[in-house]
């Protein structure tokens, strides 16, 4: 039980198609993050959120869209997807006050095909 | 964008057997992370380090933050088939939240 939680786990979407990622952490913890996994990459940070504000965006396309309404909750707004964001998406949070206290916990991914 | 080096990439065990992978880095550490992930689950965090030359057990597990600061080690003692799955080292090479990660070591244990 890793106290972060996302839904769906699984989404298969149209490249015309718009859709949304959640997660929910459950750990009292202020930052959340978005992550991407794809095969033979190390995970590629996406988006930092800290105490609801955007920390860090990498460079991500802007067909990813984060919302963060709460410490505790945190969204992915998918549209006009390529193929190749095909991944398994990965949310994360951390206590948010820096220094040890940013030891990441993961939820356990959304698997994303587009076609 | 920056990473790590882990190795082995992937290793093929009998059950009983230890296990020993490692990460390095050309730059300094201050944490050092050791997480597993299983097929369609995201990455479960095993060990933290912050301290060079800490050595962490987690069960038959154990980590450490090499004095260098530039890398670590995780073994595993007495594999048994549930050990199978990736293994990934991380860490953060300054006061920002950015993990750095390595490509993962999958291992295989035959029982």
């Known amino acids: 039980e890793t106290g972060v939680t996302q839904t769906p786990r699984h989404l298969v979407m149209g490249m015309t198609n718009k859709k949304s990622l959640k997660c929910e952490q459950h750990?009292?913890?202020?930052?959340m993050y978005w992550y991407k996994q794809s095969a033979k990459k190390p995970l590629e940070l996406m988006f930092v959120y800290n105490f609801k504000e955007q920390t860090e965006n990498n460079s991500v396309p802007s067909r990813f869209s984060p919302e963060c309404p709460n410490s505790s909750h945190l969204f992915l707004h998918l549209h006009t997807l390529q193929p190749e964001d095909s991944a398994l998406y990965l949310c994360?949070?951390?206590?948010?006050?820096?220094?040890?206290?940013?030891?990441?916990?993961f939820g356990p991914g959304t698997r994303l095909l587009v076609l | 964008g920056q990473q790590l080096n882990q190795s082995p990439q992937s290793m093929f065990i009998q059950e009983g057997e230890d296990v020993s992978m490692n990460c390095t880095s050309s730059?300094?550490?201050?944490?050092w992370l050791w997480y597993k992930q299983e097929p369609g689950e995201g990455p479960v965090l095993l060990i933290a380090?912050?301290?060079a030359g800490e050595l962490t057990s987690n069960g038959r597990l154990t980590a450490q933050f090499g004095i260098t600061r530039k890398d670590s080690f995780l073994n595993i003692s007495a594999s048994i088939p549930s050990d199978v799955g990736i293994y990934f080292c991380?860490?953060?090479?300054?006061?920002?939240?950015?993990?750095?990660w390595g490509l993962g070591t999958s291992l295989a244990v035959n029982p």
């Open positions: 730059s300094i550490f201050n944490t």
């Open positions: 991380a860490g953060h090479a300054g006061n920002n939240r950015k993990l750095i």
């Open positions: 994360a949070s951390s206590q948010g006050s820096g220094g040890n206290q940013e030891t990441q916990y």
């Open positions: 380090l912050y301290k």
């Open positions: 750990l009292g913890h202020n930052a």
